[in-house]
C-alpha cells in the first residue's frame, strides 16, 4: 500500500470512465468509479440522496465522497458536513444500504468506518481530496449541479 493510504484501505483497478445517461448497476456499495453521467455533483453537504452516477463522476473529478446511512444521529452528521466546508474536492451525502455507517469512498479507492470519529477518516480525506488516485486532475467539482432528483 503506497504511503499516506489510511490502513484497510481497498483498491479497485482499471475502471470504466465511460459517460452514460442510463442507472448503473455498480459491483461496490457505494460506488468506487466506473460507467457514470455526464454531469458531476457539485461537492458539498447534502442531506438527501442523488443519483449515484453524479457522485462517481465527481470522483473522477478528485472528490472524496462520504456517504452515511440515512439513520445517522444529527450529530454525527454535522462532523461529516464539516469534512464538506473544510474539505477542497469533499462530497458528503445519506446513501441507503450501506455496509457500515460511514464509507469514504475516491475514484478505485474506499474506506469502510463504524464510526465518524474514527482518525482513518480524516487521513482518507487528507491522502485522497483531489489526490493521487484522480484520472482527471485539475477539473474541480464545483460547477457541477446541485440538483439532487
Known amino acids: 500500500m503506497p504511503p499516506g493510504e489510511p490502513e484497510g484501505t481497498v483498491t479497485y483497478p482499471d475502471l470504466d470512465r465511460s459517460h452514460v445517461d442510463t442507472p448503473v448497476d455498480y459491483p461496490q456499495t457505494p460506488p468506487v468509479g466506473g460507467p457514470h453521467s455526464a454531469v458531476w455533483q457539485t461537492c458539498q453537504f447534502y442531506g438527501v440522496e442523488f443519483p449515484k452516477e453524479r457522485g462517481v463522476h465527481s470522483m473522477e473529478h ?3 465522497w462520504i456517504t452515511f446511512d440515512p439513520n445517522l444521529a444529527a450529530a454525527d452528521v454535522a462532523v461529516l458536513a464539516q469534512f464538506a466546508e473544510d474539505g477542497n474536492e469533499v462530497l458528503v451525502s445519506p446513501f441507503t ?29 487528507a491522502y485522497f481530496d483531489d489526490g493521487p488516485q484522480t484520472p482527471e486532475t485539475g477539473t474541480p467539482c464545483a460547477q457541477g449541479t446541485t440538483e439532487t432528483s
Do not use: C, I, N
Request: aromatic content about 6%; glycine content about 10%.
Open 62 to 64: 478528485g472528490a472524496v
Open 97 to 125: 444500504g450501506l455496509p457500515t455507517p460511514v464509507v469514504a469512498s475516491a475514484w478505485g479507492k474506499q474506506l469502510l468506518l463504524e464510526s465518524v470519529s474514527d482518525p482513518l477518516l480524516a487521513q482518507f480525506v
